[in-house]
């Protein structure tokens, strides 16, 4: 297939990179805002920010919110955010991953 493509007189090779890169930007973009939203369950955004934009420290005061606790006495929804979390570790965008750093310090214990 992608012979068939590059074979193409109408291919763009330049275009191409362009959109690799687009594409690239908005997954990481909505990495972060999935781990976000994952944040704001698990905290019920009681919290101000685990993960400060400008330093990666654990804000002291963040604690497993009453929505949090629900979601993690539930087996299926706990597994589901238990395993986003550490899959997040080894996302290639490091600030998603330094919030499931975070996040995973949080639930740990539990």
Not at 11 to 16: A, W
Not at 24 to 38: G, L, N
């Amino acid at each position: 297939y992608l012979i068939k493509v590059r074979e193409n007189p109408s291919f763009d090779e330049d275009n191409t990179d362009s959109q690799e890169v687009l594409d690239d930007v908005i997954i990481r973009v909505m990495a972060r805002e999935y781990m976000d939203t994952v944040k704001a369950i698990l905290t019920s955004g009681k919290a101000s920010d685990i993960n400060n934009e400008n330093s990666n420290t654990v804000d002291g005061a963040a604690a497993l919110g009453l929505l949090g606790e629900l979601a993690l006495a539930d087996g299926t929804l706990s597994t589901c955010m238990v395993g986003t979390c550490l899959s997040a570790l080894s996302w290639p965008d490091s600030p998603a991953s330094s919030k499931a750093c975070n996040l995973v310090e949080l639930i740990l214990p539990r």
